[in-house]
């Protein structure tokens, strides 16, 4: 299905009914990601995911793509789908997404989940890894593509999850080109957003891999204590939907139950 956001066509899945649930992918994700936690959802809700603009079926918009771009989206989503509050889950990016809607809209939000992500900002190391990154994908896509996916993965988990890393790199490649540079651009510039989540800390969840090297786990892990927001660590690393998917899914229904 589709719905026309700034004259584009943005893909998204709906299952289920009840209350909704709009789950947010992350960078070179796209709705397929959620497959299996989207079905198990729909059996008690209702559950949308989205392609963002740049990834999977969704063309990219402009030349840059803001988390505050990508929350205005969600938010024009959910009011042509005539849904007046709903939860959130998002991985990595999609829980910068997630908190850049928070910010914008808290009192639609029921019940926000960050997945493998943070509140923080991009330290100054990340923003140059961000435009290294930016001139790879210029010169070399399909390297780029592999490299950053396979970095994802912790090294131990290489082998176990071969065949599941060779599908992720398939669908980083439905990624454009220009829908990289325009995200990479946003992340970069995306600001700190640990006050907003601080406001909203008794709706929210933060689920850390205990060995993510991708966001800063120790960070983002005391934010949670001092904040009183509900922390899970799941053991693995920064893909936990396909490193302990039982777990993960186990940990989203007792949420959104709750």
């Not at 709903?86 to 990016?93: D, E, K, P, R, T």
Request: hydrophobic share 40%.
């Amino acid at each position: 299905m589709t719905f026309t956001y700034k004259q584009t066509k943005i893909h998204f899945i709906s299952l289920g009914e009840g209350e909704p649930v709009i789950l947010l992918h992350g960078f070179l994700e796209n709705s397929s990601m959620w497959t299996r936690l989207q079905e198990e959802l729909s059996k008690t809700h209702k559950v949308y995911a989205l392609d963002l603009p740049g990834h999977g079926e969704t063309e990219a918009i402009g030349y840059i793509h803001t988390m505050e771009d990508y929350a205005a989206l969600v938010l024009a989503f959910a009011e042509d789908q005539k849904l007046e509050t709903f939860s959130l889950v998002g991985h990595s990016m999609g829980g910068y997404v997630a908190l850049a809607l928070a910010e914008l809209a808290s009192d639609k939000i029921k019940k926000l989940i960050l997945l493998n992500s943070s509140s923080l900002a991009d330290s100054e190391v990340k923003q140059k890894e961000r435009n290294r990154a930016i001139g790879m994908i210029q010169k070399y896509p399909e390297a780029f593509i592999r490299m950053a996916v396979k970095h994802l993965f912790l090294p131990k988990d290489q082998k176990r999850l071969s065949a599941e890393i060779d599908t992720a790199i398939l669908e980083a490649k439905k990624c454009s080109q220009q829908g990289i540079i325009n995200t990479l651009n946003g992340m970069r510039e995306r600001k700190d957003r640990t006050k907003v989540l601080t406001n909203i800390s008794s709706k929210s969840l933060i689920i850390l891999g205990k060995e993510d090297k991708v966001i800063d786990f120790e960070k983002t892990k005391a934010i949670a204590e001092e904040a009183g927001i509900e922390l899970e660590i799941l053991p693995g690393g920064h893909m936990s939907y396909i490193e302990h998917p039982d777990l993960l899914l186990k940990t989203v229904q007792e949420f959104l139950s709750s």
